[in-house]
T-cell receptor
Framework: GESVGLHLPTLSVQEGDNSIINCAYS??????FIWYKQESGKGPQFIID?????DKRQGQRVTVLLNKTVKHLSLQIAATQPGDSAVYFC???????????FGTGTRLLVSP | EAGVVQSPRYKIIEKKQPVAFWCNPI?????LYWYLQNLGQGPELLIR????????DSQLPKDRFSAERLKGVDSTLKIQPAELGDSAVYLC???????????FGPGTRLLVL
């Protein structure tokens, strides 16, 4: 079956540091990947996505890296701020099935 | 632009009681999703609508859960009767079409006693 998981359930960093959140996926047929940020009491918020024909995509302070060889996805946050504290989910999708599968989440704690 | 609206935000009921959740998607979004999110876990899809048609309800426990989107805009998710294990956050999301970015509402937090 398909599954998306995270290596680290909690990541603690200092303000200003760079953060890296990792995700492993098992469905080699997945061709679209998304990172969501979920703050306490809110729904998931889209951060950045990447398609399987790319290995890197950059946004504002965020970069997503995709390594299809080892089925690994990562989210890099530059100059992490207290407002980045949240749970981060990776999600995968196979375009043919249109179903988004979420991982279990990593909690990012940013201390001043 | 308003985001996805859900109500109520919180609901506490006793087991065996019915409960209903309401969702108003982003204007112009044809695809609507209901997700279940247990504590510490990622959302799991319950049902997906394309306009008023439920195109994927394979994960919806149909013995007690039902959903409708009669006019292809707002949607209601119902549980009858509720069980203790139904305590969770119920998220609604919408997208312009299938395969497009999904935008989530704040969720309804259900506690079944």
């Amino acid at each position: 079956g398909e599954s998306v998981g995270l290596h680290l359930p909690t990541l603690s960093v200092q303000e200003g540091d760079n953060s890296i959140i990792n995700c492993a996926y098992s469905n080699s047929a997945s061709d679209y990947f998304i990172w969501y940020k979920q703050e306490s009491g809110k729904g998931p918020q889209f951060i950045i996505d990447i398609r399987s024909n790319m290995d890197k995509r950059q946004g504002q302070r965020v970069t997503v890296l995709l390594n299809k060889t080892v089925k690994h996805l990562s989210l890099q946050i530059a100059a992490t701020q207290p407002g980045d504290s949240a749970v981060y989910f990776c999600a995968e999708k196979n375009t043919g099935f249109q179903k988004l599968v979420f991982g279990t989440g990593t909690r990012l704690l940013v201390s001043p | 632009e308003a985001g996805v609206v859900q109500s109520p935000r919180y609901k506490i009921i006793e087991k065996k009681q019915p409960v209903a959740f309401w969702c108003n998607p982003i204007s112009g979004h044809n695809t609507l999703y209901w997700y279940l999110q247990n504590l510490g876990q990622g959302p799991e899809l319950l049902i997906r609508y394309e306009n008023e048609e439920a195109v994927d309800d394979s994960q919806l426990p149909k013995d007690r859960f039902s959903a409708e989107r009669l006019k292809g805009v707002d949607s209601t998710l119902k549980i009858q009767p509720a069980e203790l294990g139904d305590s969770a956050v119920y998220l609604c999301a919408s997208s312009m079409g299938q395969g497009q970015t999904q935008y989530f509402g704040p969720g309804t937090r259900l506690l079944v006693l």
